[in-house]
């Protein structure tokens, strides 16, 4: 499995941006599709953004669509997620994650290794 560590969570105001990444050590990244779930309190941990293991292929929920763009560098094993426009119901803890495939897909039982998470919170 792929190890994963999430950083550059914060606090930010409403209309502002964050960039995420994450950072992958073990086996082999470059094969791997990748993704970002969040996880609100009280709600279940939901679909953000994936993306292919070449980098070609993306996908994003609807919710943010527009406003985040996943990226991958895989000479450096880091996936990054560009959140711009940011809004209160954003707040969640956002979590990479590894799949064992190379294509995009949202559905995260697809995943089989997590990082830890890291926490965002968009104030009003």
């Known amino acids: 499995q792929v190890q994963l560590v999430e950083s550059g969570g914060g606090l930010v105001q409403a209309g502002g941006s964050l960039r995420l990444s994450c950072a992958a050590s073990?086996?082999?990244?470059?094969?791997?599709?990748m993704g970002w779930f969040r996880q609100a309190p009280g709600k279940e941990r939901e679909f953000v953004a994936a993306?292919?293991?070449?980098?070609?292929?993306?996908y994003y929920a609807n919710s943010v669509k527009g406003r985040f763009t996943i990226s991958r560098d895989n000479a450096e094993n880091t996936v990054y997620l560009q959140m711009n426009s940011l809004k209160v119901e954003d707040t969640a803890v956002y979590y990479c994650a590894a799949s064992p495939g190379q294509t995009t897909t949202s559905y995260q039982y697809s995943y089989n290794s997590w990082g830890q998470g890291t926490q965002v919170t968009v104030s009003s």
């Open positions: 073990g086996r082999t990244f470059s094969g791997n599709a």
């Open positions: 993306i292919s293991w070449s980098g070609g292929s993306t």
